[in-house]
């Protein structure tokens, strides 16, 4: 009998919660709008303040200190055809040489990324509403991709110069001058090009897209992502759409 006293309280105990976790559901769901069908302007203007956040954060991130030097994914090293140089370098005790040219080619980059916002608001502002479409219902780099297709050479063509006065300005075409003067000494070794403007400018380029990317992915899988009212009903829709495949 004392046993049966103590399970009944405790049975209603336990119905009495499930109740008010139900209720609270209901409760959740009832302030969740319905979104409704964003019309065609609303998917252009949601999907170009995604892209605007994501490249913007892209260029914040990697423009500051460490942006690409604490970065592992992107950090720039010595060219692939300069890496024997680099080895010989620090064979014979030149480590600090080679560790002033690492960091400044990366300071460069960052000091560079600064200008990143610009030209890719330049190409946001271009796209057609099949390009919003494609990119919103594509793949999950479908905006990265756009990206590469569309702004690669004129990054180029505008990073160049950049490059160049940022490499100036935080001594790495002297750092890796001195290396490539260095080595080029050595007897017996092909020579090393003591130009790495166009290297880096790549590099720079390539870390750009690489962190946009994983914005994109982010926005994409993230909810906590959608920021905006807009962002969430638009990217609620290309789910839905995934999902149902209507």
């Known amino acids: 009998m004392k046993t049966r006293l103590i399970i009944i309280p405790a049975l209603i105990a336990f119905i009495t919660l499930t109740s008010c976790d139900t209720l609270n559901q209901v409760a959740n769901a009832a302030t969740v709008p319905n979104q409704g069908t964003p019309s065609s302007l609303e998917i252009g203007n949601g999907l170009k303040q995604a892209l605007q956040i994501g490249t913007g954060k892209s260029a914040d991130q990697l423009s500051a200190v460490d942006g690409f030097f604490g970065n592992a994914a992107i950090k720039i090293l010595f060219p692939p055809e ?19 040219v690492i960091l400044s080619l990366n300071r460069a980059a960052e000091d560079a990324a600064k200008q990143a916002k610009p030209i890719f608001v330049d190409a946001i502002k271009q796209m ?3 390009d919003v479409t494609n990119i919103l219902l594509g793949s999950q780099d479908a905006a990265t991709q756009y990206f590469k297709r569309t702004t690669t050479a004129k990054l180029s063509l505008q990073f160049k110069p950049v490059i160049q006065g940022s490499l100036n300005k935080v001594n790495a075409t002297k750092y890796y001058g001195d290396a490539a003067q260095a080595y080029n000494k050595v007897p017996f070794v092909k020579k090393m090009n003591p130009d790495i403007t166009d290297y880096v400018t790549q590099k720079a380029i390539d870390g750009l897209f690489v962190e946009i990317a994983k914005e994109e992915l982010n926005i994409r899988q993230n909810l906590g992502a959608r920021t905006t009212p807009l962002l969430q009903k638009v990217f609620a829709f290309a789910d839905k759409k995934k999902t149902t495949g209507q």
């Open 82 to 100: 300069a890496q024997k140089a680099e080895k010989t370098l620090r064979g014979l005790g030149l480590n600090s040489l080679c560790d002033n």
């Open 128 to 130: 057609t509403l099949q």
